[in-house]
């Protein structure tokens, strides 16, 4: 399925960093790509980790030691936090 871009989901100042990473990539296309699905992969991968890292952190804490105490913390997060209580 092809990806659409409309420019309405596109940040402001989108251009100039395209710009900056196919100079960065000395002026080639095709390589400016190749790098920034290698960055992609490596944020990934990080992330992943990150997430397999909490929900061990969650496992870990005993859900009668924490009753309550994150109460505070999951109510004003900006995205909701899976927690089951």
């Known amino acids: 399925m092809p990806l659409s871009c409309t420019d309405a989901a ?3 100042g989108l251009d100039g960093e395209v710009e900056q990473v196919i100079a960065a ?6 390589e ?3 790098a920034l699905v290698v960055s992609n992969a490596h944020l990934q991968a990080e992330l992943a980790s990150l ?4 929900a061990q ?3 870990d804490v005993s859900r009668g030691y924490a009753r309550g105490h994150w ?6 997060a900006d995205v909701p ?3 089951l209580r």
């Not at 997430?51 to 909490?54: K, N, P, V």
């Open 51 to 54: 997430d397999a890292e909490m």
């Open 57 to 59: 952190l969650l496992a």
């Open 25 to 30: 990539c000395g002026g080639d296309p095709k």
């Open 10 to 12: 596109l940040p402001s």
């Open 81 to 83: 936090i899976p927690y």
């Open 71 to 76: 109460d505070w913390l999951l109510e004003r």
């Open 32 to 34: 400016a790509v190749r």
